[in-house]
């Protein structure tokens, strides 16, 4: 269907996609593993154009955060761990980097990437969409059936009187005579 779905598939780039401090980001290992590059490749791309990434299109994460990452995952493979902490891009730092990686893959993973960013927010808001109709159909059918409802209560209610008073002694009815 498209030239790029081809080389990544859409599913891939998302299973990468995090939140971090309310961004969807992706961590710059996983950036250079789909550019096909070494993460250090790419930082040093980034720290020669550090002015291109204000703090809204690239982070640092804190030790917290990294720590809470790493525990996520389960625990890397021996030499898969960095003594720096790791920088996270948001969808616009990632349509920066096709500036700053500069070849062909580059711009082809770019493109794959920002599908996969578009057709998670329609998946978002699409769930969205569909919770908001969920909690109308709720009170729509509360409202109407409160009123069966009072009425089925009111059939229980005399129901279950009846029942109790079938329970009770009866009262004799006509004469009684006294034996002497």
Same mark, same amino acid.
């Given at each position: 269907?498209?030239?790029?779905?081809?080389?990544?598939?859409?599913?891939?780039?998302?299973?990468?996609?995090? /939140?971090? =401090?309310? %961004?969807?980001?992706? @961590?710059? +290992?996983?950036?250079?593993? !789909?550019?096909?590059? *070494?993460?250090?490749?790419?930082?040093?791309?980034?720290?020669?154009?550090?002015?291109?990434?204000?703090?809204?299109?690239?982070?640092? /994460?804190? =030790?917290? %955060?990294?720590?809470? @990452?790493? +525990?996520?995952?389960?625990? !890397?493979?021996?030499? *898969?761990?960095?003594?720096?902490?790791?920088?996270?891009?948001?969808?616009?730092?990632?349509?920066?980097?096709?500036?700053?990686?500069?070849?062909? =893959?580059?711009?082809?993973?770019?493109?794959?990437?920002?599908?996969?960013?578009?057709?998670?927010?329609?998946?978002?808001?699409?769930?969205?969409?569909?919770?908001?109709?969920?909690?109308?159909?709720?009170?729509?059918?509360?409202?109407?059936?409160?009123?069966?409802?009072?009425?089925?209560?009111?059939?229980?209610?005399?129901?279950?009187?009846?029942?109790?008073?079938?329970?009770?002694?009866?009262?004799?009815?006509?004469?009684?005579?006294?034996?002497?």
């Amino acid at each position: 269907m498209k030239n790029t779905d081809a080389l990544i598939p859409i599913e891939k780039i998302t299973s990468k996609i995090c /939140l971090m =401090r309310d %961004e969807k980001v992706l @961590l710059d +290992s996983d950036l250079a593993e !789909l550019y096909g590059v *070494e993460t250090k490749q790419l930082k040093r791309s980034v720290r020669r154009n550090f002015d291109r990434f204000p703090k809204d299109f690239m982070f640092q /994460l804190s =030790r917290e %955060e990294y720590d809470s @990452l790493r +525990s996520q995952f389960g625990t !890397l493979k021996r030499g *898969e761990h960095t003594k720096y902490l790791p920088y996270v891009f948001t969808e616009q730092g990632v349509a920066m980097l096709s500036s700053v990686l500069n070849n062909e =893959r580059a711009v082809k993973v770019n493109i794959a990437i920002m599908r996969a960013f578009v057709q998670m927010r329609k998946f978002l808001q699409s769930s969205e969409a569909l919770a908001k109709k969920l909690n109308e159909l709720e009170r729509e059918t509360k409202k109407k059936f409160a009123d069966q409802h009072k009425q089925i209560k009111i059939i229980f209610d005399a129901i279950k009187q009846l029942m109790t008073e079938k329970n009770k002694p009866k009262k004799q009815m006509g004469f009684v005579v006294k034996e002497k």
